[in-house]
């Protein structure tokens, strides 16, 4: 009977490729912080400021149906186009994608090539 190898026993139980990764990318944080290796710096552009009523305007479609086609809460919404917020640079990049490729994220939406 062949021997195991030595990868194989010094994984712990119930251990998954998932449960690895995690582990191994702390570690690598941990190093980074320590200052004992660098990691590589990506840098995106995130959106400023974006005019959420002009991009519903430009839309054609009311608050309540801008807020459901896109799932937003439509009282954040209202809070966005009032100024009274403005939208987290997750959502900014988001809405930056909808202004400009309304057909692509409606067929992403709906699971469509």
Known sequence: M??????????????NRVSRGVI???????AHARGEISLPVRY????????????????????????KRYSFSVRTLQDWELGRTQPPSAVRAYLTVIDRFPETVEKALKGAA
């Open 44 to 67: 995106y552009d995130v959106p400023g400021p974006v005019d959420v009523k002009k991009i519903r305007a430009k839309s054609g479609l009311s608050q309540a149906e801008f807020a």
């Open 24 to 30: 191994a990318g702390l570690k690598e944080a941990i």
């Open 2 to 15: 062949p021997k195991k190898s030595a990868a194989r026993t010094t994984r712990k139980p119930g251990m």
